[in-house]
């Protein structure tokens, strides 16, 4: 190597090193934060390492309703939601990479245009008061079923990589279209419908805005609106210390369960995330690139 080669390489290193501190300081400090005296946090004394370590705030957070609510029925609306999402996706994008579709074009076009305009807030919510969805689970699947960005990743997949001979020689064999769907395209599909179960999911355990529009009812909130009112309301940290006396150990308290709840909302995608990043890059790269 040249000298000019092993200097972009460190350059390059470092460039790297720099955004990777950026990207993930923040989520550790957040990790140590949720563990650490919120008196210390506020002196400037927690930088790198925890100090005086409490599990208080997770103890509080674990013995609260409202967060088992929430996290139930985030994990109903995602796993519901995604399931719903990639079947409705993969089918609009299968049927729009056929060629021998009749008016293809133009089904392509009506979606795209819902790309660049919609309805709006107020619109979309009568609709979806009209069909008796607000107040209810659907509320947060149905108006948001499927994304067209996601259908034209998933439409140049299969057009990159199902060939038309096998179709035609599936159809030989008397294979019917429904059956060449599901027995040949969605096996030799693995990695769009990894990537579109991590966008799917990733979306729906982190949707607050459609719980804030369509739900009223307490029981139904997703986790992340209940998030959404500790940091932002503070209404569910409140009820969270009503036994502490001073005003200041309810402030300490609350900072502690702020942390935590952030980390508690992050666990499960963490989790699922590994499973599905070796699929992650080549189903992008295969359905973002046509030709």
Do not use: H
């Not at 029925?73 to 399931?83: E, F, H, L, R």
């Amino acid at each position: 190597m040249s000298k000019e080669d092993r200097i972009f390489d460190i350059f390059n290193i470092l460039l790297i090193v720099i955004i990777s501190l950026l990207v993930i300081y923040p989520l550790y400090f957040i990790v140590i934060a949720s563990i650490s005296d919120p008196n210390l946090i506020y002196s400037g004394k927690v930088w790198f390492f925890p100090k005086e370590i409490t599990f208080e705030g997770y103890e509080r957070i674990f013995r609260d309703s409202k967060i088992w609510i929430g996290y139930k029925n985030s994990i109903i609306y995602t796993v519901i939601g995604t399931i719903v999402n990639v079947a409705l996706t993969l089918m609009a994008a299968y049927a729009l990479s056929r060629k021998d579709l009749y008016g293809r074009n133009a089904l392509m076009f009506v979606l795209m245009f819902t790309m660049f305009f919609s309805g709006g807030l107020i619109p979309t919510y009568l609709v979806v008061k009209d069909l008796g969805l607000l107040n209810t689970m659907w509320a947060m699947i149905l108006p948001k079923a499927v994304a067209v960005w996601n259908v034209i990743v998933a439409k140049s997949f299969f057009e990159n990589t199902i060939p038309n001979e096998l179709l035609e020689a599936a159809k030989i064999e008397g294979c019917s279209n429904t059956k060449f769907f599901m027995k040949i395209v969605l096996p030799l599909s693995k990695p769009i419908v990894a990537v579109m179960v991590l966008f799917y999911a990733v979306g729906n355990w982190n949707s607050y805005f459609d719980a804030l529009i369509y739900l009223n009812n307490e029981n139904l909130y997703p986790l992340q609106l209940i998030l959404r009112n500790i940091l932002i309301q503070n209404e569910a940290a409140t009820q969270m210390v009503r036994d502490v006396g001073s005003l200041a150990a309810q402030q300490r308290i609350s900072e502690l369960i702020k942390y935590g709840v952030i980390i508690i909302a992050s666990v499960p995608l963490l989790i699922v995330y590994p499973f599905v990043q070796k699929y992650f890059v080549k189903g992008v790269m295969i359905g973002g690139v046509k030709g």
